[in-house]
């Protein structure tokens, strides 16, 4: 049974950074890519991060590129998500998903 439990979010002001973590049980976690996705109040789900099984390899949507970092740790069964330069938009419970299932989200708010 796949179990994702996130971590780490709070309340930043614009300009901060957080780092979100996810941990991972049930499954065997260096076989497979992991995704972070991010809901805002009144909006869609969105597919913000996706990175390999290995790590190797990352794609970032448009919206996070250049600020937002994914990596992973496959010994720790770790999935981690680095976000700097925070802006108000970026305010979400953030997620996250591999096999068809999620974490329960972590709340990332971003407010001066």
Avoid at 48 to 63: E, K, Q, R, W
Avoid at 100 to 112: A, D, K, L, M
Wanted: charged share 15%.
């Amino acid at each position: 049974q796949v179990q994702l439990v996130e971590s780490g979010g709070g309340l930043v002001q614009p300009g901060g950074s957080l780092s979100l973590s996810c941990a991972a049980s049930g499954f065997t976690f260096s076989r497979y890519a992991m995704n972070w996705y991010r809901q805002a109040p009144g909006k869609e789900r969105e597919l913000i991060a996706v990175i390999s099984s290995a790590g190797t390899n990352t794609n970032y949507a448009d919206s996070v590129k250049g600020r937002f970092t994914c990596s992973r740790d496959n010994a720790k069964n770790i999935l981690y998500l680095q976000m700097n330069n925070l802006k108000p938009e970026d305010t979400a419970v953030y997620y996250c998903s591999t096999l068809h299932s999620y974490g329960q989200g972590t709340q990332v708010t971003v407010s001066s």
